[in-house]
């Protein structure tokens, strides 16, 4: 899971003052920055100068704020921009894996995205053997950069090469990058001299949406992962780009789109309502702090449940800070019972669950929260947390309550039990690693330290969601996708964290 924002305007889009060279990528920096939940490894910005015919580019490791002064967003001169935070799912840590990513054939190419393609290894491998291509990197952008640029040039399959450019190039372009690349992906790139592309993988897994503001020297867009980026920077939220379709905007200020491949079945990840989005964006028309509420709302009639039957008799109801807060506040008002923060988060510390390595996850916890002893003793607590994946985070909270004197501990999950991989760009692709794999609510229990563990289903999700087409593979193993090469991403996935990428 990553971040990506695109940002494009006319040269005079500032008319009136003098116009900032680098006001796009100061525009994608800040977008970056409400972003930074979303990838910490690492942060990019690639720009472009229609003046000087140049792409500039700045990006490393770390977050955001601490990759960018205004020295370097000056060097990004240009009306066009592409931004990126970096969580890596595929390839290593390393400086040369970090996006955005440039190619001067055919037109001049910059891109960045956000998911992951499944099939990338068969596709380097191809791209080596019969392109004669030299990857320099172990990303799977590397490889959807190569192909998009030799789809732009070729066109349709077999059709006659071609060195103009029309938006015809770009979507035949992207219905072969649909026919070729099987995962969950959101593309943004530019195109020199021409303007900015985003699309989305045709199963709609990968989130993408569309902004507009209107300036004195013209409009100016901006595509994002969220819509919170959209209001940070002040573009009015158009539309989500839809599954399988191409949006360009062209310099000269047109918005072109295309529906190149329109699916049945369309699959946006559950994930980014339950964890990963903040709570402020709305995704695919449903507001993510809404969607809590309303999990938090079915995670408290089910508690009922267990206390009519005199299973469990809690005391308060906790959140595990942060995104579980808006939850943790409806099953309170369902269950009339008190709402306490027992546990306040240091703001300065990783979110563990997108850390790469099970080492860092668990220094990261020690630092992560604070017990508040007052709202803990003698309590028997129904404790929420958005979802459970590895369990590294829940084992660690129920005994630090027990060992502040909780008097018991309910563990309440407002998603259904992670039991099988995920491949397309939430880091888990290797089932074995997931605390609920082979384990039964009361085995969980009993693993965690915790008294109960009470877990949404998957209709209660839907529900709460309003939506019912979702990727819930990692629930439930119905993949949206082909996952013949899921063994082999698994693996090189597993060597790359052994190797310490």
């Known amino acids: 899971m990553c971040g990506v924002i695109g940002i494009i305007g006319s040269d005079n889009s500032r008319a009136g003052i003098a116009p900032a060279p680098s006001w796009a990528a100061v525009d994608a920096y800040r977008g970056l920055l409400a972003l930074q939940h979303r990838g910490q490894d690492a942060a990019g910005i690639l720009s472009y100068d229609g003046h000087s015919g140049m792409f500039s580019c700045e990006k490393d490791l770390g977050l955001a704020a601490q990759v960018f002064d205004a020295a370097k967003l000056e060097k990004l001169s240009g009306n066009m921009a ?98 070729t690349m099987n995962g969950g992906y959101a593309v943004v790139a530019m195109i020199a001299n021409e303007g900015l592309v985003a699309f989305r993988d045709p199963k709609g897994i990968r989130p993408l949406v569309i902004g507009v503001k209107e300036t004195d020297g013209g409009k100016q867009y901006c595509f994002s992962s969220e819509t919170v980026a959209l209001n940070y920077l002040g573009y009015h939220y158009i539309r989500d780009v839809a599954p399988g379709e191409v949006v360009f905007a062209a310099v000269t200020g047109e918005l072109h789109s295309a529906v190149v491949a329109d699916v049945p079945e369309k699959a946006p990840c559950m994930f980014e309502w339950v964890y990963f989005s903040s709570a402020e964006s709305v995704q695919q028309g449903t507001t993510v702090y809404t969607a809590r509420l309303n999990l938090g709302k079915q995670l408290g009639q089910r508690a009922r449940q267990e206390i009519m039957r005199g299973k469990i008799a809690p005391d308060v109801v906790m959140p595990v800070p942060d995104t579980s807060r808006p939850a943790a506040i409806a099953a309170a008002d369902v269950l009339g019972l008190p709402y306490r923060e027992g546990l306040i988060k240091n703001r300065y510390v990783y979110r563990s669950f997108i850390l790469n390595s099970q080492e860092k996850r668990e220094e990261a916890l020690e630092l992560k929260l604070s017990p508040v002893r007052s709202e803990i003793e003698g309590k028997s607590i129904f404790l929420i947390d958005d979802s459970l994946v590895r369990g590294t985070t829940a084992k660690r909270i129920v005994a630090l309550l027990k060992k502040y004197g909780a008097k018991n501990v309910t563990l309440g999950i407002t998603c259904p039990p992670h039991r099988h991989a995920c491949y397309y760009g939430i880091d888990f692709p290797d089932s074995s690693t997931l605390a609920a794999r082979d384990r039964s609510a009361e085995d969980l229990a009993e693993w965690l330290g915790a008294d109960d563990v009470i877990y949404l289903e998957e209709e209660d999700l839907r529900q709460a969601l309003g939506i019912s087409k979702l990727c819930m593979a990692c629930l439930n193993g119905k993949y949206p996708t082909e996952i013949g090469e899921g063994v082999v991403f698994s693996a090189e996935r597993k060597k790359s964290h052994a190797a310490g990428g």
């Open 82 to 179: 592409v931004g990126h935070t970096r969580y890596a799912t595929v390839g290593g840590n390393g400086r040369q894996d970090i996006q955005p990513m440039v190619t001067g054939i055919p037109f001049g190419l910059g891109m960045a995205h956000n998911g992951n393609i499944l099939n990338y290894y068969s596709l380097a491998k191809k791209l080596t053997t019969d392109f004669r291509r030299q990857l320099m990197t172990s990303n799977d952008l590397e490889v959807l950069i190569h192909y998009f640029a030799q789809f732009l040039v070729e066109g349709t399959e077999g059709a006659a090469r071609t060195e103009t450019f029309t938006f015809d190039n770009i979507r035949q372009a992207v219905g072969r990058i649909f026919d």
